[in-house]
């Protein structure tokens, strides 16, 4: 009667250690554990540390959305609101790569702000910004390995020091962006003066890939905390279900759908690095390891490209009306679904966006308005007339 009393308990606790380990092989899967390894690698220490009490964060904003990564990891998005995401120096290496995927989404006006700085109490020191002679250049298509520009946008936009809107050489569409930093670019912004120009509405996002790493931790530590608990009632030495390097299975070998049999083996073997490595963390990072904003519409609504035709000296002659106190335009129009499914919002910089909704131009509607006002006083007047007219005859009911 035990026996059979402790069955359903050692089931659940098979079925919830059957469901972290799908959930560690689609992180390793979707990170590559390449990539987990490398990041793991006791050899491979980071670019730069960075003094007490400064931060490296990135602080990105797009008309209308961007996604960006650093050395191939993803770091972060934003939708037409400026963004603030700390990047721990544990991802930074001796040279790095940051790429911007940047798309359109309404017709209205195309751009992209990004600046890299090192962050303090006093304020932010730039270590790169999207401007021109800053290294930017296009990352795909046809205008590959051109330099990016600068390009002029109409409505406002965030004040990031030192960064100005960007573009590649047309109008609307999408365009990846690139720029190459590197340590020794962060060890000098540490000394640079800081820029007391702080955004004050800005929203904080963590590092997507280090969200992604922490959770991979905690996988790793409740699967160890199943096999512990499963070992104690099992009947064969090994609990792992593992699929054995593609040539045989070890015990039960189990599979997500129409994909390939999980690689249990693998995820363990990265299991153990990535804890060896979190233990030689530093303390502060290791609390960063073992510790949402407007939803993008995705790729899939980005616009087509437009040729792009300045007017000669249009840059020199305007200034960039540019807010500390930035305030992203109102969501318009109908709600979307992008990219992977995730609904996202129709809406836009200039306040009249949305191509499911059809803004009535001001001149028609005060027109119209005008009109309207006109046919009511019109009636009014001459109601109020015939009313006195009516009372001003004496009525005689005939015989």
Known sequence: MAVLEAQPAALALRREYNEVAARIDTLVRLYS???????????????????QGMRLVLLIWADD???????????????????????????????????????????????????????????????LTTAEGQGWEVASGTQQGTAATEIFYAHTQPDMPGAQVMWGSQLFGNVDLQVQFSAADVSRAVRQ??????????????????????????????????????????????VHLRFHNGAFFSGLGYTLGQASPLEEETDLAIETALQSWTRQLP???????????????????????????EAAGKMADRHADRQADYRPPDEQGAVGVGEGGEAGESAGSGGSRGSAVTIIPSTSFLFMAGLVILLASWTGIHGWRGWLLWHAVDWVEEA
């Open 33 to 51: 554990a390449e990539r987990l390894t490398r990041l793991a690698d006791p050899s491979i220490t980071p670019g730069v540390i960075l003094p």
């Open 65 to 127: 959305e961007a996604k960006l990564f650093l050395n191939g990891a993803p770091v972060g998005e934003t939708r037409l609101t400026p963004t603030r995401i700390e990047i721990p120096e544990l991802y930074l290496q001796s040279e790095n790569l940051l790429t911007a995927r940047c798309w359109d989404t309404d017709r209205v006006e195309s751009g992209f702000m990004a600046g890299l700085y090192v962050e303090d109490g006093a304020g932010l020191r730039p270590v």
């Open 193 to 238: 003066t800081p820029e007391t120009a702080m955004l004050t509405r800005v929203q904080d996002r963590k590092m997507e890939f280090h969200e992604s790493i922490a959770r991979l931790v905690g996988l790793q530590e409740r699967r160890r905390e199943l096999s512990t608990r499963l070992s104690a009632g099992a009947q064969r030495l090994d």
């Open 283 to 309: 303390a502060s990072h290791q609390e960063l390891v073992l510790q949402e904003a407007r939803a993008l519409r995705g790729m899939a609504a980005a616009t087509a490209a437009a040729p792009l035709r």
